[in-house]
């Protein structure tokens, strides 16, 4: 059994900083591809920022030179730095890990969503 547990969510103004962190927990070989998603009502599950084993990272292009997603693998932890924020980051954020489980095959988790609120 895997867990991922988030926080690091809040009210923020705009023009503040947020960081967010996702913890997994459980039979974990290792940490693959770990992201960030964010979804507001209405409105599908979109992907904000990827870093894979290696280190590589990718980001959606609104919020490119604002956020920062970087990884610890040995914690089997992903964060997410997010400075300037803007309302339009508003939404709930959603951390996905890519994690091969002890003995067994890789599976994608998700964690259960922190809300972030930026405020004009």
């Known amino acids: 059994q895997v867990q991922l547990v988030e926080s690091g969510g809040g009210l923020v103004h705009s023009g503040g900083s947020l960081r967010l962190s996702c913890v997994a927990s459980g039979s974990i070989f290792s940490a693959n591809r770990m992201a960030w998603y964010r979804q507001v009502p209405g409105k599908e599950r979109e992907l904000v920022a990827v870093?894979?084993?290696?280190?590589?990272?990718g980001y959606d292009d609104s919020v490119k030179g604002r956020f920062t997603i970087s990884g610890d693998n040995a914690k089997n932890t992903v964060y997410l730095q997010m400075n300037s924020l803007k309302p339009e980051d508003t939404g709930v954020y959603y951390c996905?890990?890519?994690?091969?489980?002890?003995?067994?095959?890789?599976?994608?988790?998700w964690g259960q969503g922190t809300q972030v609120t930026v405020s004009s």
């Open positions: 996905y890990q890519y994690i091969t489980v002890v003995g067994g095959p890789t599976y994608s988790y």
């Open positions: 870093i894979t084993s290696g280190g590589s990272t």
